[in-house]
């Protein structure tokens, strides 16, 4: 990159960090922001302020910017609690308002292949929740990886010895689908959890 | 968008004014700046100093963070400019290595429709420049569209009278294309600017 100044060459670089940022989308977004400097201070500026105000909430371990959070102060049913692998997954859930519980965000999924153990996920602060004796239900809502099934297997053999109910959430053909085109195990496992009419 | 932070929800809206990025992008950006506050604080930080160091050249008006820029004070060729619409212009350019002049950025092309009229390009600082007599030729690479052909039109009768030499870039079929797939206008182009071997 030739004759470019120092400061935007080092732009260029922070921006290549973003997920599914390249050269060409680094340029762009870079000379887009140059021709209107009034929307780079604002993107500065509130980059700063999430990185000053927002903080993970010391009950659920979601987002916040007050602790403990709204979804931990808020009413709602204390008695079951959704465990999702990253704090945007709570986002997920609450757009579909079918869950009225408390989360719990582990931050991450068991991957002993990429070094995550149990001790870096947030599941002992689970299990302290969890003993205080008033969940009666665990939906885990791990991702539907090899990683968040195997997160999903270590929690329900920690957790049903609680005399916890555990949950998963229900496996089948997503809305709107074409038969035509879902994959086997996904047939299989709508086939395995049919329900009656 | 329910129980996310309000300085977050700045930073999605700052985001999502990004050129092709809209509410899932911004969230997957979003998350993975939170996931990784050293990135955040990088990005914030340089866009800062892209704000503070970097402005136009008062010569070609490209990008530079010391006035006159490095385009303009290198030795180069002086009897040739090249004119272009956007200061990403000249990377492109540069890339091909193939012009040793200098360069003149207009900061747009003539749209009428839009309201961009030749005030609000730097055609009078470009005429300025060609007056001191140094230059023979100028080198039109506006964008091969509707305004950028309007603009290399109405510069060519501007520039002309003044016994310069006007070019622009040659229309053909690109590197590395199938005939087959070319468009018939561009072929039209090829066939009437086609060289003897």
């Known amino acids: 990159m030739l004759h470019i100044s120092r400061s935007l060459t080092k732009l260029l670089g922070e921006l290549k ?3 599914s940022v390249g050269d060409k989308t680094a340029l762009r977004l870079a000379f887009h922001l140059l021709k209107s ?7 500065a500026e509130s980059l700063l302020e999430v990185r000053d105000g927002v903080r993970f909430c010391s009950t659920c371990f ?5 602790d ?3 979804l931990c102060t808020t009413p709602r049913d204390d008695a079951s609690i959704c465990v999702v692998e990253e704090p945007q997954d709570i986002l997920a859930m609450e757009r579909c308002q079918a869950f009225k519980g408390r989360y719990h965000v582990l931050h991450g999924a068991l991957s002993p292949l990429n ?5 870096q ?5 689970l299990l302290q929740r969890l003993e205080k004796g008033l969940v009666k239900e665990v939906l885990l809502a791990t991702n539907f990886t090899v990683e968040g099934e195997a997160t999903a297997l270590y929690l329900t053999r920690l957790i049903k010895p609680l005399s916890i109910k555990v949950t998963r959430l229900a496996h089948g053909i997503p809305i709107g689908s074409d ?5 086997a195990a996904t047939v299989q496992r709508a086939v395995e959890g049919r329900s009656e009419l």
């Not at 979601?62 to 007050?66: A, P, R």
């Not at 070094?115 to 001790?119: A, E, I, N, Q, S």
């Not at 996920?121 to 602060?125: D, K, P």
Request: aromatic share 4%; net charge negative.
């Open 37 to 43: 400097p009034e929307n780079l201070s604002a993107l």
């Open 121 to 125: 996920l947030r599941i002992a602060e």
């Open 68 to 70: 403990p959070c709204h």
């Open 179 to 183: 038969l035509e085109y879902v994959d």
């Open 115 to 119: 070094g995550v153990t149990p001790g």
């Open 17 to 19: 960090k973003l997920p």
């Open 62 to 66: 979601g987002i916040t910017e007050s």
